[in-house]
């Protein structure tokens, strides 16, 4: 249960971090690259409240997530599904591909990952 508020509180700062940089930040290093670092970063704290321990290599699966919608943007997946016009939408799917996206998205995973393995062994 500890574990599940740890990751709970963790994705409650990175979800309030995410919507002021959204609606704050207006430069050309932190909101298109930290916003998206960060982005993977939440969605792993997210799948974490629910499996605790449950998912394996849980970083390369939200990674190839987070993928699977950037190469969806490349192909304008959001209007092949007919939903172009409607904003929540092309915000929420994006609506232009990114190869720097997919770094970032890499470098989330991977600070997940080191993090979750730099505080089990401190708590082991």
């Known amino acids: 249960m500890k574990k599940r508020l740890t990751y709970a509180l963790a994705f409650l700062i990175l979800l309030i971090t995410e919507i002021l940089i959204a609606l704050f930040v207006r430069d050309d290093f932190i909101r298109p690259y930290g916003g998206d670092i960060l982005v993977t970063v939440l969605i792993c704290a997210a799948v974490r409240i629910v499996f605790p321990t449950g998912v394996r290599l849980l970083p390369l699966w939200v990674f190839l997530f987070a993928a699977g919608v950037e190469i969806g943007q490349y192909f304008d997946f959001v209007t092949l599904l007919g939903l172009g016009n409607i904003p929540f939408f092309r915000i929420l799917l994006g609506s232009t591909f990114s190869f720097a996206d997919l770094i970032c998205y890499a ?3 991977a600070l997940f990952w080191a993090g979750e ?8």
């Open 107 to 109: 470098a989330g995973c």
């Open 117 to 124: 393995r730099i505080i089990t062994k401190s708590f082991s």
